[in-house]
């Protein structure tokens, strides 16, 4: 299913890829999708093994959902995606 979401936060796995922290995602990211950022296209290498989720804030509100996804993208090119937002890449046929 394609997702599309906000880039809420970056970091990196030493020897591993670097991690999108995602808010307000919508549908699901799976490991090997990919997905157009403003620096190019990526693939999801491994999503959080709690999944994206949502909850309700202390108020009772519903907060959007939210999780990370380790990917290929280089870390020093990723931090410029600080609140942008990623979306699935169609695939050509």
């Not at 591993?16 to 620096?39: A, Q």
């Not at 380790?70 to 870390?75: A, C, G, K, R, S």
């Amino acid at each position: 299913m394609p997702f599309s979401a906000k880039v809420q936060h970056v970091f990196s796995i030493p020897d591993k890829g670097t991690v999108l922290w995602l808010t307000e995602v919508s549908g699901d990211p799976v490991e090997c999708d990919r997905f157009g950022t403003e620096i190019g296209d990526a693939t999801v290498l491994l999503v959080d093994k709690l999944g994206i989720r949502d909850r309700n804030c202390l108020t009772g509100k519903k907060v959007p959902r939210y999780g990370g996804v380790l990917t290929d993208l280089p870390m020093s090119d990723a931090m410029r995606l600080y609140e942008t937002t990623v979306q699935t890449v169609e695939e050509e046929s």
